[in-house]
């Protein structure tokens, strides 16, 4: 199986080929001169598709790493995957950009722009933001919670820059966000999300977030609803997902796109994922959540794949799992391709597992997939095929 590992790159290559922000954003886009605010991993590559179609523009791009950004508009690299002081600085960009803008306003969104661009609802401290943010993370909080809770903490989430601006706001998005509505993707700048102040507290409460009195007082309080806005959503993840089922296809393989995304707990959707039907390549796409105790070097991609490693062992299959942004969580990796070999080579993972070192262990076996930012960011993409 270690012979397809070049032929599977190359299909999840043309999967993240599918979802290029500059393609994607400059044939959504056409017409008069207009402000733009780009939120999120694909916010570069948003503004230069932008830049192709448009008369001319102007504004803000917040994005996670440097990148080329058309003249006329601000590069602000926000931090990731908790907001600090970048981060609040181009929230505060972001609305100042909506509420000066003098004429067309359009939004580019993408995933990972929740924490690259932040303001605290008033009466939440920033501190707040950044503590429930850790908590969530390491505690396996799905998207969809996380989301809940940013969109009534934050003045910027939930149609906030929305709110603030003085005209309608074109809203295009890159989504990252399995099966979910448009305003999840970034916790929703320029879209509301529906107001529920209780089951945000009890999403806290649920992962040992403590909440201040202080807090509940502020979220609790519903914001004006946002002034008017119209959304396209340009691609997601099963776009992605048919577009390395189209390329395992052209190598002769039969391939299907699972219908189901990938969610809820990593080990449980990971045993449904992998006992399927032999001689098929199956991909899914969507984001499973994960429970992080160790501190090792690792990702929910990498973990996936060292797991599926343990289940494939011996067997003639092959598993790969991509972070279509380029970077599994702390692995300083995309993710991994395994096979039914790499437990024979890299030995009993039981203790990789348990201390979340799944990229170390990946990496001395040699099945690492190389890190490294792709400009977009259509969340997770996994395959597997076994004879």
Not at 25 to 33: E, F, H, K, V
């Amino acid at each position: 199986m270690r012979n397809m590992r070049t032929q599977i790159e190359r299909w999840l290559n043309a999967a993240i080929d599918s979802v290029d922000p500059v393609d994607l954003t400059r044939s959504a886009l056409d017409g008069p001169p207009a402000t733009v605010v780009a939120i999120g991993k694909a916010a570069a590559g948003m503004c230069r598709g932008a830049a192709d179609s448009l008369s001319s523009i102007d504004g803000i791009c917040i994005t996670d790493t440097p990148d080329d950004v058309p003249d006329g508009i601000d590069l602000l690299i926000g931090d990731h995957p908790v907001p600090e002081m970048a981060s609040l600085e181009a929230g505060r960009r972001a609305f100042e950009a909506v509420r000066t803008a003098p004429g067309r306003i359009v939004a580019l969104v993408s995933g990972g722009g929740s924490a690259l661009c932040e303001m605290p609802r008033a009466g939440i401290d920033f501190s707040f933001i950044q503590y429930v943010n850790r908590i969530l993370l390491r505690s396996g909080a799905s998207i969809d919670e996380t989301n809940l809770v940013r969109g009534h903490i934050s003045a910027i989430k939930c149609g906030g820059l929305a709110r603030a601006a003085r005209r309608p706001i074109e809203t295009l998005i890159i989504s990252d966000v399995a099966g979910s509505g448009p305003e999840v993707v970034a916790s929703g700048p320029t879209l509301p999300m529906k107001f529920e102040p209780n089951r945000a507290l009890e999403t806290m409460k649920e992962h040992g977030v403590e909440v201040p009195e202080s807090v509940w007082d502020a979220m609790s309080q519903p914001p004006r609803h946002p002034g008017e806005t119209s959304v396209q959503v340009l691609a997601d993840g099963k776009d992605a997902a048919k577009a390395a089922a189209g390329a395992a296809r052209s190598d002769g393989f039969e391939a299907t796109v699972s219908a189901e995304w990938i969610s809820g707990p990593l080990d449980a959707y990971l045993e449904r994922f992998l006992g399927g039907p032999k001689r098929l390549v199956t991909i899914a796409a969507g984001e499973a959540t994960l429970e992080v105790t160790g501190e090792g070097s690792g990702g929910r991609n990498s973990h996936a794949a060292l797991l599926a490693a343990s289940q494939i062992a011996d067997r003639d299959a092959i598993f790969a799992a991509l972070a279509t942004d380029g970077v599994d969580g702390a692995s300083d990796s995309a993710g991994a391709i395994v096979d039914g070999s790499t437990i024979f080579r890299g030995g009993d993972p039981a203790l990789s597992l348990a201390s979340f070192d799944s990229a170390g262990y990946l990496k001395s076996t040699g099945d690492l997939l190389p890190s490294g930012t792709t400009g977009t960011n259509v969340a997770d993409l996994w395959l597997t095929y076994q004879v």
